[in-house]
């Protein structure tokens, strides 16, 4: 982690707690310089107009604020464990997004609002993990704990800004990127001039306990042509990077090799797991009717069933497994056990997905395509409004497949009253939930006007695929 100021690096170097606390206040002065930095060169751009070049040249490599920030949330996961040589688990999915984000950094021009998306989704997962310990611990942790929930607030607006103006700038629903599109390019980290070589990084998606996450690796290429991504741990530079091969379509990890370990550790711990699983699905009911987050409820039960994978794996390996039939009984319970923590996940992410008050496209592609929804067309190119802003409305009920209950209303706005059904005008497809629509858009805008919460125009604007798939249900 950078000091960024060789003046206090000879106090601060040696990676103890101590030091972190030392950094903490240093990086929060030097926030404070920031800000009062930024005053001077806004003034400056107001007084010389052309000097944006000029303020550019000063600026470059100069950390800002989001980097600033980073280095205090580092700081203040190390405080947490009380361990130099230790990160906590929590924490850790906004680490690698933080990274990966800074990795994007480098180049210019791919931004991919569905990888930011699913970097909000990791941040957003701790930030709920956070929360639900300050009830539980002791002062001194509930202090770091209370300095790193303002800094995932704003590692989330950030991003949600990035977002917000990707949406305001996009021409046509085309532009949109699909929330069901792969996430797998290529890019070159900058480097200074004269640099060697540097390997090529793609930025990737991959399935981990049940959810997916983005990251970036570099790409090693086998005199085959077969491809490894290989993800080094930034925050531990010792540790053997992680490798990702392609295998049925995805990325998936590679697992490491593990020590052997004797059949009677392994009957033991199959036994003891099995005999976890009703506490398990009792955990994670409870956390669902406390409303956490859904992402963290299904990564905590298959977590559990990974481990009971694994125990199956290892089982099966030992010499004469198959023809054991207390050992054969074992693992059919194993496997039973995962099937059933998987089952649960998933119908407990269907049931919070299903919540009305919520709209988010990415939520309801997932619906859409589990066949969890009906759709019928409920309005059809209603006129609205006058001269310019005259549009033809169309309104789509999506209701619950199981209940018939109704979760949301999709609108969609045309410019002429023939208008094919995918040629909706610009950001003119909208989720609503059903007191919005039952509202108006004039109340809305009274609410907006008061302050009042909103939704991210990015979490409740139809693509042109997720339309087509409410249009075809509707068909």
Known sequence: M??????????????TLESSKKKLALLNRKLDILQDRQEVLDQIKKTFRDADEDIATLTKGVPDAEMININKFHCYLHLLTGNMDELPIIGMPTMMALRSMQDLKSAPGLINPIALRFFLERIGMDKQRFKSLLATESPERLHYIKGILPLLDSFEAS???????????????????????????????????????????KVFRTREHGAYAVLVGEKQTAEDGSVTLMVRNAYKSGEPPQRYEKREGEWRQVPRSVPTVSKVQLVSDATLFLGQIDEHVQTARLQEAQKDNPTNITEFLAAKADRLDELARQLNTIQGAESDADDTALIARLNTASARLTSEGQSILVRMYKNRDVLDILRLNYLLDHGELTVTRSVERKPMGKGQKKSFLDVYAIADRVSANGLWEAHFHYDQKDSPALNFTVRGGHLKTLDQAGRGAASQRRDEQAGLPHVAIWRETFDGKTARKIFDLAA
């Open 159 to 201: 991003l949600e800004r990035q977002l917000t103006e990707f949406y305001r700038t996009f021409e046509n629903n085309t532009q949109l990127p699909g929330f069901d599109q792969d996430i797998d390019f290529e890019f070159l980290p900058e480097q200074p001039k004269d640099s060697a070589p540097v390997t090529p990084h």
């Open 2 to 15: 950078a000091i960024m100021d060789s003046r206090a690096s000879s106090d601060i170097d040696q990676p």
